[in-house]
C-alpha cells in the first residue's frame, strides 16, 4: 500500500513540475513589439517617399525615416516578420496607404500604420520570379518582371499577363519608376 501511495505522489509531482514549466513556455511567445533587431544595412536597393515617410529597401529590411518627426523609425526586418534577406523593391500604394516590398524570397504587402502584413505570397508562386517594378493605378496593380507586364484587379490578387499598351495613370517603383537619386529631396 506504501508502495502505491509513492508513485501516485511521485506522478502527481512530475504532472505539477510539467504544467508549471509548460506554463513558462507559452508565457514567451513572440510579440513583435517586444524586441528590435537592428544590425548593420550597408546596400540600399529602392526608395519609397510618402507623405509621412521615406523606406529604404536594404540588405537586411526596410528602414523608415519619419519626416514628421525627422527621425528614424525602426527597421523591419526579418524579427518583424519579414519574409527574405533583402528587400529588393518598396513600393507605395497611395490609394490604400500600404506598402508593397519585393524580397529576394517573396511579395508582400505591409500596413506600416499597424506593423502588420496583410499578405505574403512566395515569388515561386508569382508569373514573375523576378519583379523589377510595381506600379498602381486607382483599380489595378501591376507588376513588371522579365520584360512582360502582369496585372491584377486589386484585391484579388490573380495575376494576368498585360496585353496592349498601358494605362497612363499608373505610378511606378523601381525600373520602370525612372528616377535617380537625384529626384529625392
Do not use: C, H
Not at 28 to 38: G, L
Request: aromatic content about 20%.
Amino acid at each position: 500500500m506504501n508502495n502505491y501511495r509513492e508513485k501516485i505522489y511521485f506522478y502527481l509531482f512530475i504532472l505539477t513540475a510539467i504544467s508549471l514549466f509548460s506554463s513558462s513556455l507559452f508565457a514567451r511567445r513572440y510579440n513583435p513589439f517586444v524586441w528590435t533587431t537592428y544590425r548593420n544595412f550597408s546596400r540600399i536597393y529602392s526608395i519609397a517617399i510618402d507623405m509621412d515617410r521615406v523606406y529604404f529597401g536594404t540588405d537586411g529590411g526596410f528602414l523608415q525615416f519619419n519626416r514628421m518627426k525627422n527621425s528614424w523609425d525602426p527597421p523591419v526586418t526579418q524579427s518583424n516578420n519579414f519574409k527574405g534577406s533583402k528587400a529588393l523593391l518598396v513600393a507605395i500604394d497611395r490609394f490604400f496607404s500600404k506598402l508593397w516590398v519585393v524580397s529576394d524570397s517573396a511579395l508582400s504587402i505591409y500596413i506600416p500604420q499597424i506593423s502588420f502584413w496583410e499578405k505574403t505570397i512566395p515569388l515561386t508562386s508569382m508569373p514573375s520570379r523576378s519583379i523589377s517594378s510595381i506600379g498602381f493605378n486607382e483599380d489595378k496593380v501591376f507588376i513588371y518582371g522579365n520584360n512582360t507586364f502582369y496585372y491584377s484587379k486589386r484585391g484579388i490578387l490573380y495575376w494576368q499577363k498585360w496585353e496592349g499598351s498601358l494605362p497612363q495613370d499608373i505610378e511606378w517603383f523601381g525600373e520602370k519608376a525612372k528616377k535617380s537619386i537625384r529626384d529625392y529631396p
